[in-house]
C-alpha cells in the first residue's frame, strides 16, 4: 500500500484539473502554480527545468500570456493512470485551442507525469510532446480563425 489512498489521490488530481481550467479561464497562472510544492521541480521538454514554486509561477503566467498559448484555455485529459503506490499520476493531456468560430476542435497532446506530495500539492511535473504535432493545428486553428473573421 502506497503513503496516500486512493481517494486522496484522486482528490488531488480532480483539483489539479479543476484548478488548470480555473487559471485558464481567469489568466491566473498563480492559482495553477500553488498547487506546487515551494521545492518542486518542473521538466517542461520545449522551456526547460524550473526549480520552484516561485519559478514555475513566473514560468506559467509568462509562457500563457505569449501567443499562441493564449489562445488555449482547456486542457482536457483524455486518460490518466495512477500508481497508488508511488502517488504518480500519468496522463495524456489536450492542449485546446479556442474555437475559432467554425465549431472545431483544435487540440495537440502531451503526456504529463505528476508526483504527489501530500496535501494537495506537486512535488514534480514533467511534460513531453511532439512540437512537430503542434505545428499543423497551429496553421490549421489560424487558418479558420481567418476564415471566421478572426
Known amino acids: 500500500m502506497g503513503k ?3 481517494e486522496e489521490l484522486q482528490e488531488a488530481h480532480d483539483r489539479y484539473v479543476a484548478t488548470a481550467q480555473e487559471a485558464a479561464r481567469t489568466g491566473n497562472w498563480q492559482l495553477w ?3 506546487f510544492t515551494e521545492d518542486a ?3 517542461e521538454h520545449h522551456y526547460g527545468l524550473m526549480h520552484g514554486r516561485e519559478q514555475i509561477a513566473t514560468w506559467i503566467s509568462e509562457t500563457m500570456a505569449q501567443w499562441p498559448n493564449s489562445e488555449m484555455r482547456a486542457f482536457p485529459h483524455d ?6 503506490e508511488r502517488g ?3 496522463c495524456q493531456i489536450e492542449n485546446r ?3 475559432p468560430g467554425d465549431g472545431q476542435v483544435y487540440e495537440a497532446a502531451n503526456i504529463t507525469v505528476l508526483h504527489y506530495a501530500g496535501d494537495h500539492q506537486w512535488s514534480y511535473e514533467e ?3 511532439n512540437p512537430a504535432n503542434f505545428a ?4 490549421a486553428w489560424v487558418e479558420a480563425k481567418r476564415a471566421h473573421g478572426g
Do not use: G, K, L, S
Not at 79 to 84: F, L, T
Open 33 to 35: 502554480a500553488d498547487q
Open 79 to 84: 486518460w490518466c493512470v495512477c500508481d497508488e
Open 4 to 6: 496516500w489512498t486512493r
Open 97 to 99: 485551442f479556442d474555437d
Open 88 to 90: 504518480w499520476w500519468i
Open 136 to 139: 499543423p493545428v497551429v496553421t
Open 41 to 43: 521541480d518542473y521538466n
Open 127 to 129: 511534460d513531453a510532446y
